[in-house]
């Protein structure tokens, strides 16, 4: 797939398909994670114990959900309504779960010193980006869970998660269905978004 294939075929895919998802497909894209400017992997039967937490913190999605509407965006009322009831759905049944883990090895994350403390959170998602346009191109569709509330310190207990180490997100990768639904992607107008010299 060309480069800018890839791009526009990026999308996210909440609704997955039991097709598996080969062990050398998973390497090249995780692979591609380490390509990105510097800087685990779960089978089905263990996905369960890691997203447990998000059962309990389904509360807080719905007033994420509120604040949307409020906001008055249709597009994106209707991709959290799609993505509200899926949040343990797609993590169960795609055919990976990965959890990109970084070292913080100087602020802790959430109390950083300065901009440059964010050095490792910021490499750690350059990655991330490379595996999601890695998936695209093998085909796979992605969805990844921020988590909220306690989620992060019950997950990395539940992974026995050495100290000093943060991460990203959860990051689902599988086949997607022949029904997947799809967010509607917003058009944007390029020559708006640059400005040269100054703002």
Not at 7 to 20: A, G, I, V, W
Not at 34 to 59: C, G, Q, S, W, Y
Request: proline share 5%; glycine share 4%; net charge negative.
């Amino acid at each position: 797939m060309d480069f800018y294939e890839v791009l526009e075929k990026r999308r996210t895919y909440r609704d997955f398909s039991d097709r598996e998802v080969s062990d050398e497909i998973l390497k090249r894209v995780i692979g591609a994670a380490f390509k990105a400017p510097t800087n685990d992997h779960l089978r089905r039967e263990n996905i369960a114990k890691v997203i447990a937490p998000l059962a309990e913190n389904m509360a807080a999605f719905k007033e994420l959900v509120a604040e949307v509407d409020e906001s008055g965006d249709k597009d994106k009322m209707a991709m959290f309504a799609d993505a509200l009831p899926k949040q343990q759905k797609m993590l169960m049944q795609s055919s990976l779960l990965i959890i990109p883990f970084f070292r913080q090895q100087t602020q802790p994350l959430l109390k950083p010193a300065e901009q440059s403390s964010l050095n490792y959170f910021a490499s750690a998602w350059c990655a991330l980006e490379n595996m999601l346009l890695a998936a695209t191109a093998e085909g796979l569709g992605t969805v990844f869970h921020i988590p909220v509330s306690d989620e992060a310190e019950k997950i990395k207990q539940i992974v026995n998660t050495p100290e000093g180490y943060e991460f990203t997100c959860l990051l689902t990768i599988g086949y997607p269905t022949e029904n997947a639904f799809l967010p509607k992607q917003k058009e944007i107008h390029i020559e708006e978004r640059i400005h040269t010299d100054v703002w």
